[in-house]
């Protein structure tokens, strides 16, 4: 297997990067070492139907991926149950040879085998390591530099769970340790076993549930990856009747921008540690993301906001 980065611990964003589209984000070290801008894409929806297999229109996919790198996105965000495997699959056949200053996140923890049943948790150390060496292949990469544990799972201890990707790391396979779909109470608990790094869990405009992991992450400096930032998307929308998205859509009339563009730079302003990494598979929703970094409010504005 071979690496665009292999042996390279510390990966600042390129200067081409940081004068994309997606620089105007600014950006965010990631455990001290991965630099990268902070709006990321998400892959999960890189599947066929049911969320199972190759999606329809796979060199679309291809296209949107190249188009990212394009943009100056350099945190993409996968897993090996996406498909299962297929995110992956699309990423190494759109982008390896790698940027080198790209950085690949994957998890491991759910598996998905039955098409169309809901992904179930295993968290067993085998099967993470598994989950690892499959991802591993799939991306033709030596180390993945982010590697979540995707869920915690009720029937294995939380500090086996942790200890295997603590043994992953010493190995070689991973960079650094996140986590995804936690609570305080298993952050706390896998931060004594392992340097976490970044977490995973659902924020937007109409589930704030994660605040406190906000505060948290941000007096601690581990980076918080809101999964969802945009929401129930309907097409590319949130829901404007939506209490909690009015005063959003009238941010985003008032700025002429859409809002999905104002949920993403509400986003951005609210904390420094923020990286949304919102999925699509298609390119003018792309651009119209990444273009979400150059739009600005006010401290008045976001006061509003609450």
């Known amino acids: 297997m071979l690496s665009a980065a292999a042996g390279a611990h510390r990966r600042p964003v390129s200067a081409v990067h940081r004068r994309a589209p997606a620089g105007a984000s600014g950006t965010i070290w990631i455990g001290g070492e991965l630099q990268v801008n902070r709006i990321g894409l998400g892959t999960a929806e890189f599947v066929g ?8 229109d796979p060199r679309a996919i291809r296209e949107l991926l190249r188009r990212a790198v394009e943009l100056g996105i350099n945190l993409i965000d996968t897993a090996d149950v996406y498909g299962p495997g297929a995110a992956e699959t699309l990423i190494y056949a759109a982008l ?52 979540y544990l995707h869920s915690p ?24 340790i996140g986590l995804s779909n936690i609570d305080l109470s298993q952050l706390a608990k896998a931060r004594s076993e392992a340097k976490i790094v970044a977490v995973q869990s659902t924020f937007n405009a109409v589930s704030r549930k994660s605040n406190d992991f906000v505060a948290l992450c941000e007096k601690d ?13 309907s097409g590319h929308t949130l829901d404007p009747a939506d209490s909690r998205v009015a005063g959003l859509q009238k941010l985003a009339d008032q700025h002429h921008v859409s809002l999905a563009q104002a ?44």
């Open 96 to 147: 390896f040879p790698y940027p080198k200053d790209l950085v690949i996140s994957s998890k491991g923890g759910q598996t998905h085998d039955v098409p169309g049943a809901p992904n179930a948790i295993d968290a067993r150390p085998e099967q993470l390591r598994a989950a690892c060496e499959g991802s591993l292949k799939r991306l033709r990469l030596e180390r993945i530099p982010l590697y």
């Open 153 to 176: 799972d009720p029937k294995v201890p939380l500090e086996d769970s942790v200890g295997a990707l603590v043994q992953l790391q010493k190995d070689g396979k991973i960079g650094h």
């Open 49 to 56: 139907p049911n969320r199972w297999g190759m999606p329809s």
């Open 221 to 233: 400096h581990i980076a918080f990856i809101p999964n969802t930032p945009l929401g129930m998307r």
């Open 263 to 306: 949920v993403l730079a509400w986003e951005l302003a609210l904390s420094p540690i923020l990286l949304p990494i919102p999925g699509t598979t298609q390119i003018a929703h792309l651009e119209e993301d990444v273009a979400a970094a150059k739009v600005h409010f006010s401290r008045q504005e976001l006061r509003e906001l609450g």
